[in-house]
């Protein structure tokens, strides 16, 4: 089993803190991402968060160097369902649960892993009271190895503090009314420099003209910018943007 030295206990006291204090919870998860990938190795992860109203569904993702929302897979992935909403924390091993021979055969592995260049996963499952509220997974590209068993003792050293943290921003109602600034959604979805400036414009006020103007592109090309933003945000229109985003940081 993994010795945690002096510099790891530190940090992890450090990510405790933040799981805490952090108010934005969007803010938190994506600060929680940062911070443990320097004590575990994986290459991209996704955060979500349990749906609001009770419904087994996935919402609110927070996102570490993967490309979009992929939560209509995950709840289209009949084997581990059952798993994901038991209302049990749990972290495990996705070839815990499937042979890595028949798993490179379904279509979730087709769909999510295959484009991402992913293979292996280590999930975090986060429950308390026997009400799921959050899942978290790591990813790893292919021709790395498998998660170990000491990576999941680090994560069952975080499960409980992250599923508190979670259970009482759902009960208080703190998770879906949250806006976002600017900057931290920039950070949580992982936002180019260009997709910023045009955020930051569009909760301005500006009109598409004004925002071609200012920055020298076509009507056409500021479009395409601004359904990639939609697309990371997981929103489909301007009126959900400022449901989203606060117009001042």
Not at 16 to 43: C, G, H, K
Not at 71 to 85: F, K, P, Q
Not at 102 to 123: A, C, D, F, G, M
Not at 213 to 241: A, D, F, M, S
Request: a negative charge; one cysteine or more; proline letters at 1%.
């Amino acid at each position: 089993m993994r010795t945690l030295e002096t510099n790891d206990w530190i940090m992890l006291n450090n990510i405790i803190y933040n799981i805490y204090t952090v108010e934005n919870i969007s803010e938190m998860r994506s600060q929680f991402l940062e911070q443990i990938r320097m004590l575990l190795d994986f290459d991209s992860a996704d955060f979500f968060l349990a749906s609001a109203n009770g419904e087994n569904k996935l919402t609110n993702p927070v996102f570490y160097h993967c490309r979009e929302n992929l939560s209509e897979n995950y709840d289209a992935l009949d084997y581990s369902r059952g798993i994901l909403y038991s209302g049990q924390s749990l972290i495990y091993r996705e070839t815990d649960i499937i042979s890595d021979d028949v798993r490179v055969q379904t279509e979730y592995y087709k769909r999510v892993y295959k484009p991402n260049n992913w293979h292996y996963s280590l999930q975090m499952i986060l429950a308390k009271n026997k009400e799921f509220v959050g899942v978290i997974t790591f990813y790893r590209t292919v021709g790395k190895k498998d998660f170990e068993y000491d990576d999941i003792f680090l994560l069952d050293l975080l499960k409980d503090h992250m599923a508190y943290r979670l259970y009482k921003s759902k009960e208080s109602g703190n998770v879906s009314d949250e806006k976002l600034t600017v900057s931290a959604a920039v950070a949580a979805y992982e936002l180019t420099r260009r997709e910023e400036t045009i955020l930051r414009l569009l909760m301005e006020g500006e009109d598409n003209a004004v925002i071609c103007e200012k920055l020298t592109i076509t009507p056409n090309t500021l479009k395409k910018h601004i359904l990639n933003i939609y697309r990371k945000l997981g929103i489909k229109n301007r009126v959900q943007l400022f449901k989203m985003i606060k117009e001042k940081e």
